[in-house]
Structures are given as structure tokens and as C-alpha cells.
């Protein structure tokens, strides 16, 4: 494995899952390691290459990080490759309990364990986004991400959703302690505020809840699983206040992430106007498909992706947003003109990102410098799965200290976690 990887001169490789078994953690906005830096959360999965279908399960546990150990604490049956279970520490200590999404009569439903009590709380709903607090989440209706782009679980295909827009779907609220949940944002009323009404399905995902837990972002995507539209929101945790991104016609988002309470900042993507008109196009001929399935798997592959960037994307950046005022900068697409996942120290000097694979299948590990607009190269990772929905993105994290980060891997043929330890203070690091 260490052949694959290549560090900074000041990070070291100081654990690692187990190389001949599948690991995985999930989204990048939720560190897997509790405040005291002794567990580490994972989902332990028993196959590789493919989708999970309604009868995978992953075990639920964590890492000693001191012995090595590993400790299975449950099984869930409502996971994807790239966000998991939503398995997370929960505030305010981040110590002594976690939460995941699980399956239990045709229903999903989240668990709450308690490392104290050794005991499981469930909740009659799945969570996304949790609150610093510990005490609410912000969540999706995860029967109807099965039916869109949105990640989904495998195992409730219920027709009831499989609508353009249905009229029960939006954004909850749940209550961890009570377990009541709430309906807070119509999916049809943001239909409204974007004005994109074409016949298509719509959809919402991707919620981040700011720092403080006050307010948070989320997406409206409308078109479909390979083609879509997106717009950017942000709303108060009781779904008033809600704000729309200034969009420029032509701006395509990617992923984001919270830099204060106030700030945050979002992947944007150039399309010219010709690729625009035939993404228009793609979504109002349903007779396409066969065509458009046969480029994105047969042809689009080979194409080197040097090229595809020239042609089809031009000005790729991160751009700088106020909460409820709009654009107010962006970081030099010649410093960061891939997409990736970003998150910030919490003084918000540094932002962590990743790549995706280049055309020799290594991923970059990437810390930027906002103070002094530079970018210091963490490291590079070899990735064997790529170009699929069981690809492993680095989706990188700090720990609660900032000591260290923690990624996803596949250098080899299974799924990883690995934690690297910056050893010196990530202000002197060059």
C-alpha cells in the first residue's frame, strides 16, 4: 500500500484499516474520530465492486486507535458507498454516543448508541445533518431519494414517490430526543422560488448545516440521474428565512462548505452555451437515454480528461459566499480548478480538499492557504476504484484537534481509512 501513496515531508501514516478487508466512513462534513481522538467510527462492508442491493448489510463500530482493535457495535442495512450510514458523533462531548440510519420493517429509521449504557435509541425516522448540539436533524425523505440522483439506500423502492414533484416531499426536521418529526421546507415551494418548472423531476439534497447550527444549505436538482440543474439554497433550522444563490446562467455547483457562520464556499463549473442547450435537450427527449447511457459508459471513458476539461468546462472555482448577500469572492481557479471536498479549520484559515483520480488514477490531497492564497500539497493517493458509484473519494476531514485528517482510500482492491498526523502545527506546514 505505501507504494501508492506518496505524503508531505511533515505527515506520517499513522493508522490504517486493515488492507485485505472493506472499511469505509462516508461524507467529508463529519469527522469519524471522537473528541478524545481514541475511536474511530467505520462501516465494515463484506463486498467490493458493485451497488448494495435490499439484502447487504455493513457492521457499525469503531477502531481503538490505540490497539487497533476492532469493536462491531450493530448492523445497518440503509448505507451507500459515498455517505454511508450518516454514522456520526454526536454533540456535544462527540464521545459518547453516535448515530447511523438503519432499516426496520420496510422503514428507515436511525439508532442512537450509547457507549456508556452500551444501549441503542431508535428514531422513527433517518437522520442527514445533525445539529453541534446533538439534539435535531435536518433530513431527507430517503424513500424518495431512490427514485432521483440523491445518495439513496437500496432497500425500499416505494412507487408512492416516483414523481416529478410529489406533494409530501421536502425537507424534515427531527427531534432526537422526542423522536417527532416535522416537515419543514416543500419540495413544490422551492420549485417555485428557483422558476424552473420544466417537466422533470425535482428533487432536494445535500444538506450542510453551518457550524453553529443555526442555519444550513442544501440543493435543489432538477432534470435527471445523469443530467440535472442545480441551485443553491440556505434556510434557518425552522425552514424559514429561505435564500436562493444569486445564479449566473451557465453555473453548475458541486460540492460545498461552511467557512463560518456567515460564510461558505461552493465548487462552481463553467458550461458554455452549447453544452447548456444540449443538456436542455437531453432532458426534454426521453428518447436519448439509449444514446446518452451509450456515451457516459462506452465512449466518454476513453476520452482523456484533459480534454473534456478544455472543451466542456472552462473556469472551474471555488467561489466565496455570504450567507444571504451572495458571491463575494473566489479563490484562483489557477490555485484549485477541480472539484472537491472542502472543509475548514475552525479559525478558518486553511481549507482541506481533495481531487478526483488524474489520468494516472492518483487523487490529491490538498490544503489551501486562504491567509496567504497558496496551496500545500498533502499528499497523493493511488485509487483502484474509479468512474463508478463504489468509487473511493477521499472525502477528507479534520480530527475535532485538527492534529489530524482522515480519507477513504482504495489503493489496493478494498476500501480503507487512514489517518495521517500533521507533525507540525499546520501554521508552519510549507
Known amino acids: 500500500m505505501r507504494s501508492r501513496i506518496d505524503l508531505h515531508k511533515d505527515v506520517s501514516l499513522v493508522f490504517a484499516t486493515p488492507e485485505n478487508q472493506s472499511y469505509f466512513f462516508g461524507y467529508y462534513n463529519y469527522s469519524p474520530m471522537n473528541m478524545d481522538a481514541n475511536k474511530m467510527l467505520a462501516h465494515r462492508a463484506f463486498f467490493e465492486g458493485r451497488m448494495p442491493t435490499r439484502d447487504d ?189 444569486p445564479h449566473n446562467n451557465g453555473d453548475r455547483y458541486s460540492h460545498l462548505g461552511w467557512k463560518s457562520n456567515k460564510l461558505y464556499t461552493v465548487f462552481t463549473m463553467k458550461e458554455n452555451k452549447a453544452v447548456m442547450s444540449w443538456k436542455k435537450f437531453e432532458m426534454q427527449n426521453k428518447k436519448t437515454k439509449l444514446i446518452i447511457w451509450f456515451y457516459r459508459a462506452l465512449i466518454k471513458p476513453m476520452v482523456p480528461k484533459i480534454v473534456t476539461k478544455s472543451v466542456i468546462k472552462t473556469g472551474n472555482h471555488f467561489s466565496m459566499v455570504h450567507d444571504q448577500n451572495g458571491i463575494v469572492s473566489r479563490i484562483d481557479p489557477g490555485l484549485l480548478s477541480n472539484d472537491g471536498h472542502p472543509s475548514f479549520t475552525k479559525n478558518g484559515r486553511f481549507m482541506l480538499t481533495d481531487t478526483y483520480e488524474n489520468e494516472n488514477k492518483y487523487r490529491h490531497l490538498l490544503l489551501y492557504d486562504v491567509l496567504n492564497n497558496k496551496i500545500i500539497k498533502i499528499g497523493m493517493f493511488y485509487s483502484a476504484f474509479n468512474s463508478c458509484s463504489w468509487r473511493a473519494d477521499l472525502h477528507p476531514r479534520f480530527s475535532h484537534d485538527e492534529n489530524y485528517i482522515i480519507i477513504d482510500s482504495a489503493t489496493e482492491a478494498h476500501h480503507q481509512m487512514l489517518v495521517l498526523k500533521l507533525n507540525k502545527d499546520i501554521n508552519e506546514l510549507k
Open 57 to 245: 448489510k455493513v457492521e457499525i463500530g469503531y477502531f481503538d486507535l490505540f490497539t487497533g482493535s476492532w469493536e462491531k457495535v450493530s448492523e445497518s442495512r440503509a448505507f451507500n458507498w459515498q455517505q454511508g450510514s450518516m454514522l456520526q458523533w454526536l454533540g456535544p462531548d462527540y464521545n459518547t454516543r453516535f448515530i447511523f440510519n438503519d432499516l426496520e420493517k420496510n422503514q428507515f429509521v436511525a439508532r442512537i448508541f450509547d457507549l456508556r449504557s452500551k444501549s441503542i435509541k431508535t428514531i422513527p425516522h433517518a437522520i442527514y445533518g445533525v445539529d453541534c448540539k446533538g439534539e435535531f436533524s435536518i433530513t431527507l425523505n430517503f424513500e424518495r431519494c431512490y427514485w432521483t440522483r440523491a445518495y439513496s439506500y437500496a432497500g425500499v423502492a416505494n412507487e408512492k414517490w416516483n414523481k416529478n414533484v410529489p406533494e409530501d416531499d421536502g425537507i424534515f426536521r427531527v427531534e432526537l430526543q422526542s423522536g417527532k418529526v416535522e416537515r419543514i421546507i416543500d419540495l413544490r415551494h422551492i420549485v417555485e422560488l428557483s422558476g424552473d418548472t420544466d417537466n422533470v423531476p425535482h428533487w432536494l439534497e445535500h444538506i450542510m448545516l453551518s457550524p453553529a447550527g443555526g442555519r444550513f444549505a442544501f440543493y435543489h436538482r432538477y432534470g435527471s440521474n445523469l443530467n440535472f440543474f442545480t441551485r443553491v439554497f440556505t434556510a434557518d433550522v425552522d425552514g424559514k428565512h429561505i435564500w436562493q444563490q
